[in-house]
């Protein structure tokens, strides 16, 4: 069954392809913090020193959003739907456990098992960075640990003397919220599920980084998506191509907060004028084209009986291509 009016169905597959056929939809996102997320490495914040623009010559550090950081929850947050509506079980597919490779999120996203089996994820992401400088876009936290009357003085359990001021203390460093990391979301040789199912997992995905369930809110606003033969630009030269648009319109106005229309602005109109320049053969559906495609998407995700047969309709695909292309297939059985 068709799922989309407003996409023609020569940009998808009828089954998933085993080789790579040269179809590629590219999902045009902002990400845009909502609370004090941590994307770090071994304690600090990422950051990366690059140049702000590219005519802007001057160099800057960026925070740095890795693409593991940005797949893994879409991934989960699509596991968690199939696990609800019945399509998999904990016990048969476990997260970098035990993979089933028979499901969308296997088929889609990867997997590897050593010598039982492995796919190639057919979804590409790559290292998004902040429209601005690091120095304005974190803010450094002193956390402390309470004991139960509610202060950082001890009752004196464990060894200490009652009154005495708790040394667990520590500083962390955070992403400030309203802070804007514009991504490139890529998947290859889509069919119109697997496009609708990792379309559903940007929009649904909620929470990045570290401590998942106390902070790390962070928004995906997706201003549109192309279909191309090929991948398009880097998340780098996009955001130093949105910095270069802000800065000429003098909208960046450190130290406050860019404000999301403006930034929303830059963006829609600094890929439209890069996807000129590539060299490929595509289809944009960006800002007001984007529209009718995004309604169409959130009302098939928002029904519960649309939403089923999405994903079902992806399972199916999902385990007809195990069954024919996964090393082990003959350990995977048929559902």
């Known amino acids: 069954m068709n799922f989309l009016k407003t996409v023609d169905a020569k940009h998808f597959h009828a089954e998933i392809p085993y080789k790579p056929m040269g179809k590629y939809v590219h999902f045009l996102t902002i990400r845009v913090t909502e609370s004090y997320p941590l994307f770090q490495t071994d304690g600090e914040l990422n950051k990366s020193r690059v140049r702000a623009g590219i005519e802007d ?79 304005e876009s974190h803010e450094t936290f002193t956390l402390n640990a309470p004991f139960e009357n509610g202060t950082m003085a001890s009752k004196g359990e464990n060894g200490s003397k009652p009154g005495e001021v708790t040394s667990r ?99 829609t109109n600094t890929i439209v004028n890069l996807m000129q320049g590539e060299f490929l053969v595509h289809e944009d559906f960006i800002g007001e084209q984007f529209k009718p495609l995004l309604d169409e998407v959130k009302a098939i995700t928002a029904k519960e009986e649309q939403l089923k047969k999405m994903l079902k309709k992806a399972d199916d695909e999902a385990k007809a291509y195990a069954q024919k292309h996964i090393k082990g297939k003959d350990k995977v059985s048929a559902k």
């Open 57 to 135: 010559k001057i160099t800057i550090s960026r925070l740095t959003m890795f693409k593991r950081k940005q797949s893994t929850p879409e991934r989960l947050v699509g596991r968690e739907l199939l696990r609800n509506y019945g399509l998999m079980t904990a016990g048969e597919c476990e997260y970098n456990v035990k993979f089933a490779m028979d499901n969308p999120d296997c088929i889609i996203y990867g997997f590897a098992i050593g010598d039982s089996g492995s796919e190639k994820s057919k979804v590409v992401v790559d290292t998004a960075f902040s429209i601005t400088d690091f120095a």
């Open 169 to 267: 203390i520590n500083q962390q460093d955070h992403i400030k919220p309203q802070i804007f990391f514009p991504s490139i979301v890529t998947l290859k040789d889509p069919t119109e599920a697997s496009f609708l199912y990792v379309f559903n997992n940007i929009l649904r995905t909620r929470h990045y980084g570290a401590q998942t369930t106390r902070t790390g809110r962070v928004r995906n606003e997706l201003i549109g998506v192309v279909f191309a033969d090929g991948e398009i630009l880097s998340n780098l030269r996009w955001t130093q191509a949105i910095y270069d648009y802000m800065n000429k319109k003098t909208s960046l106005n450190s130290p406050e907060p860019l404000n999301e229309d403006d930034v929303i602005e830059a963006a």
